[in-house]
């Protein structure tokens, strides 16, 4: 992974697709604001978009990549880019159901404590890249978070009616 | 030896399992198109200055880090705030102007990130780059300062320009 990543002139590429830094604080504090008006799902449906157009050109450069491998390579991927420590738990391809474990997530430590879940850019990039690694419409809910008081996130990606979800959480993480 | 380089041996760029850290604060790679649909968004509905405030009091806790763990007089910590912004990979940044006794300093971005993923626009769109720059500069002249986007490739210009003076917004 790491000779694929080129950093020149305030240029930087990985994998070929050219990416930037954000500090932490600041993508808490927008999100922060976002969740005030329970607008969390424009995190989570830009992070969506943005994970399943990822895999799309991964699938474009790297073509005939295993669906295995491809979650493997997110996988590595999230842990290159600062969010925390990701792993895979579960990956069940006939049901099209992933689990994702979370540690020390950084969004987690920066946002503090929360009676809700927190991580709604790794939730929609999860389920934006499953979704087109496993050809379905799929969605993720954490159903684990650091900032709730547990020992680390975990994640379900799955097709929606898979996922057990409030009324107001589908209006809220979801924007349906 | 680059910059980056130069931070990593000096352990003020850290790369650990899951965490980046730059002068201590915690930093993420963000897809730049995630940027663009938020933006998008909350144009909508009058809300981008969102960018430019978070920005601004992270690159002011960023440059307030650095200044504590480095002993640079003023003209040097001035030249280091495009040298650290480009590591943050917005494109490339230079000061065009600098007039410290007036407290005019005008920057350019070359080969914008933004711009070059959004395409066209009816606005300059780097708010978040502009909140990034008044940050620094508050930080390093120890006092408010203000910034927008003069020109904007998102808008027809070659590059874009950001004209920096005291203030706020």
Redesign the interface.
């Known amino acids: 992974m790491s000779k694929q990543v080129k950093f020149s002139d305030g240029r930087l590429e990985l994998m070929g697709i050219r990416d930037s830094f954000t500090p932490g604080v600041t993508f808490v504090e927008i999100q922060k604001e976002l969740m005030k008006s329970g607008r969390q799902h424009l995190i989570y449906s830009s992070a969506k978009k943005s994970g399943y157009n990822w895999f799309k050109y991964m699938s474009k450069v790297y073509s005939g990549m295993k669906q295995t491998e491809a979650v493997k390579w997110g996988v590595d991927l999230m842990s290159l880019s600062g969010w925390g420590i990701p792993t895979l738990e579960k990956l069940d391809l006939e049901k099209k159901i992933t689990i994702f474990n979370l540690k020390n997530s950084t969004v987690a430590k920066l946002y503090g404590k929360s009676s809700t879940p927190v991580d709604h850019f790794f939730r929609g990039l999860t389920a934006g890249g499953g979704s087109y690694i496993l050809n379905e419409d799929l969605d993720c809910v954490e159903t684990h978070c650091l900032s709730k008081g547990d020992g680390f996130c975990r994640f379900l990606v799955a097709p929606i009616n898979l996922l057990e979800v409030s009324s107001k959480s589908l209006r809220d993480d979801f924007g349906r | 030896m680059d910059i980056?380089t130069e931070l990593i041996i000096s352990n003020k760029l850290q790369f650990e399992?899951?965490?980046?850290k730059?002068f201590g604060?915690?930093?993420?790679?963000?897809?730049?198109?995630?940027?663009?649909?938020?933006y998008s968004?909350?144009d909508k509905t009058g809300q981008t200055d969102?960018?430019y405030?978070?920005?601004q009091?992270?690159?002011f806790?960023?440059f307030t880090n650095l200044i504590k763990s480095s002993h640079k007089d003023i003209d040097e910590l001035i030249a280091f705030v495009p040298k650290i912004?480009?590591?943050?990979?917005?494109?490339?940044?230079s000061i065009t102007k600098k007039d410290l006794s007036n407290m005019v300093f005008e920057f350019s971005?070359?080969?914008p990130?933004y711009p070059?993923?959004f395409g066209k626009y009816q606005k300059p769109i780097d708010v978040?780059f502009a909140g990034l720059l008044a940050g620094s500069l508050s930080a390093v002249l120890k006092t408010p300062m203000r910034c927008i986007e003069k020109e904007c490739v998102s808008t027809g210009f070659g590059n874009c320009t950001f004209v920096a003076e005291m203030g706020v917004l």
């Open positions: 980056a399992e899951g965490e980046i730059l604060t915690s930093i993420f790679l963000i897809p730049p198109e995630v940027y663009m649909f938020l968004e909350l969102i960018f405030k978070t920005c009091a992270s690159a806790e960023l912004l480009n590591l943050l990979a917005y494109g490339k940044v971005l070359e080969s990130l070059e993923i978040a």
